[in-house]
């Protein structure tokens, strides 16, 4: 696919400026809810149009990539026995057959059935990055995105994680975005049904649509532009 025609589905290319509106501005919090800074959001992320048909294509070869392609069933070939003719040809009055494992016997294989196989489908890397973008984008114009200065967790807490999000406003699916290797923070939301949490490299527009609020800390928001 070529960046024009990437363009035309609304996917942001090198060298093609942004539809969006000047960067918002978003207040960052500590985890008691008080005011810690506000930061600019990169308008490449969170200020585009959301492209629809272009997340419905992403989220859907995400979930294909994630089917194990295992199911399987045995042909006639694959099954045990049948290899005599179960009756002589003609004079027996009955419908002629040749083996007790054709697919019409119980027992027999399975006519054109399951077989092991792979769901991927090739998606361009601009793609990806432009399903995220608009992902990111809607949860920028409803202000569901939320900076934290720092989760500052001494252990594992999960009363104290379920606080920090009381006191920030946040209720009901929420995406925590944790800097690669934050045990313990990731330890402290882990026991909580509702929060899923997600190293910043593993970003994706899949987790943030299912999400209501996106959480990030200073640390892994994309684009951090302090003021």
């Not at 609304?10 to 810690?36: D, F, I």
């Not at 016997?105 to 399903?131: C, D, I, N």
């Not at 200065?149 to 994680?161: C, D, I, L, V």
Request: glycine share 12%; proline share 7%.
């Amino acid at each position: 696919m070529s960046d024009t025609d990437l363009a035309t589905a609304g996917v942001p290319t090198e060298g093609t400026p942004s539809p969006a509106a000047p960067g918002r501005t978003v207040p960052v919090r500590s985890t008691s809810g008080a005011g810690a800074g506000t930061v600019v959001l990169d308008d490449s992320l969170f200020g585009v149009t959301p492209n629809v048909p272009l997340m419905h294509q992403v989220v859907n070869a995400q979930l294909a990539a994630a089917r194990s392609g295992t199911q399987s069933t045995r042909t006639r070939a694959e099954t045990r026995g049948g290899g005599a003719k179960p009756w002589r040809q003609k004079g027996t009055g009955r419908a002629r057959q040749g083996s007790i494992r054709a697919p019409q016997w119980r027992g027999g294989g399975v006519a054109l059935g399951p077989k092991p196989r792979s769901y991927r489908q090739r998606t361009p890397k601009k793609m990806v990055r432009g399903a995220l973008a608009s992902a990111l984008s809607d949860r920028a114009a409803d202000g569901r995105i939320v900076v934290v200065s720092s989760w500052g967790f001494g252990a594992p807490s999960t009363k104290a994680a379920k606080a920090a999000l009381s006191a920030l406003g946040v209720s009901g699916p929420t995406l925590v975005v944790l800097p690669a290797g934050e045990e313990i923070v990731r330890k402290s939301f882990r026991n909580l049904p509702e929060v899923t949490t997600l190293a910043v490299g593993e970003l994706n527009a899949y987790d943030v649509l299912c999400s209501d609020w996106v959480v990030f800390s200073r640390d892994t928001l994309p684009g951090d532009g302090e003021q």
